[in-house]
């Protein structure tokens, strides 16, 4: 039997604070109507109607762990431009500590959906990795501020702002914090020295080749561990749940989703959920259980891509 699962007190997790570093960007929906085509190219003319914002990456993942109830605070770098001011805005009203560190040299991270007819018609990414001066005052920043956190989430989106990723876990191992990573790209040994990591299926597969059945992924796992240097792997598997791999044991989740609506983001909540339980001393393999619970919760919503205390402890 598996024992029933235990939250922190919600005044034990407000006293949490976990520091978020990484990729932000801003999820922007144009919704408009079409009604003709347009006359200078066989392309619809989209009449804008609303547009709506939503915080994206590691944005999401602090606004996941604020709505938990711990404390966030976000360390990014932005553009200087309206976008940054829009995120800021979102981060404020969520409640998110925003530490972005700005440079006019590079846009901030925009995806921009143009909606029309109720479907996605087009799709505008602008973005641009950021510059070394910018990425020094990032770490800069972080040596500061690590020491009046409890955990550290690094969230990986490949696209420039964890370039020194190695120097902040340093200065993490070195401030005695655990340190969390939701990874990307085919080289994990960059996060060397971190608590646990995250992947899904395809990040792992990336790195260690497609596994034919679960031992052979065991044994994949295992040699990954011993080489990245990183005691703990938290796989998550969309619908067949997650596992939890560590030196002594392996743990699995089954996928507790009711009714799954929208997924994405997903994977965000579950490292958000992490870290703020892990903030307030939980050992991981206890976390991992309420982090699979509330990955299950957020598929199953429309819209907030979060999960409340309430909603965790119910
Ligand atoms: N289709 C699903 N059915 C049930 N549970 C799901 C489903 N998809 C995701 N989950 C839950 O959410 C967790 C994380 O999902 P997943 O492994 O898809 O992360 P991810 O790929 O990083 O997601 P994203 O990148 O979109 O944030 C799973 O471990 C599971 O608990
Ligand atoms: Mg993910």
């Not at 590079?106 to 143009?114: A, N, Q």
């Not at 060397?192 to 790195?207: C, D, F, H, K, Y």
């Not at 909540?269 to 991981?284: D, E």
């Amino acid at each position: 039997m598996t024992p029933e699962l235990s939250i922190p007190a919600p005044e034990a997790l407000a006293a949490c604070r976990v520091l978020v570093v990484g990729d932000v960007m801003l999820d922007r929906y144009w919704h408009g109507v079409v009604d003709r085509i347009s006359p200078e190219a066989p392309v619809p003319v989209v009449r804008m109607e609303r547009e709506e914002d939503r915080l994206g990456g590691a944005a999401n993942v602090a606004m996941n762990v604020k709505t938990l109830g711990a404390q966030a605070t976000l360390l990014t770098v932005t553009g200087e431009d309206a976008a940054a001011d829009a995120l800021r805005r979102l981060l404020l009203r969520s409640g998110v500590v925003p530490l972005l560190q700005s440079d006019e040299a590079v846009p901030t991270i925009v995806k921009l959906r143009v909606i029309g007819r109720a479907q996605q018609l087009l799709r505008i990414d602008v973005e641009r990795p950021p510059a070394a001066p910018l990425l020094d005052r990032l770490t800069q920043t972080f040596a500061e501020q690590v020491q009046h956190h409890d955990v550290v989430l690094f969230s990986d989106y490949a696209k420039g702002a964890l370039a020194q990723v190695e120097q902040m876990i340093a200065l993490a191992r070195a401030a005695g914090k655990p340190v969390l990573v939701d990874p990307k790209g085919h080289d994990f040994r960059r996060y060397a020295g971190a608590t646990v990591i995250t992947p899904n299926r395809a990040e792992l597969a990336q790195v260690i080749g497609q596994w034919r059945d679960e031992s052979d992924l065991v044994r994949r796992v295992d040699a990954l561990r011993n080489e990245i240097r990183i005691p703990s792997i938290l796989l998550t598997r969309s619908e067949e749940g997650m596992t939890l791999f560590e030196p002594q044991a392996i743990q699995h989740e089954p996928a507790r989703a009711r009714e799954v609506f929208d997924v994405t983001g997903a994977g965000d909540t579950v490292i958000a959920t992490l870290a703020a339980l892990m903030a307030a001393g939980q050992p991981l393999g206890e976390a991992m259980r309420l982090a699979n619970k509330a990955g299950g919760i957020v598929v199953g919503k429309f819209g907030t891509a979060a999960v409340s205390y309430e909603e965790l402890a119910a």
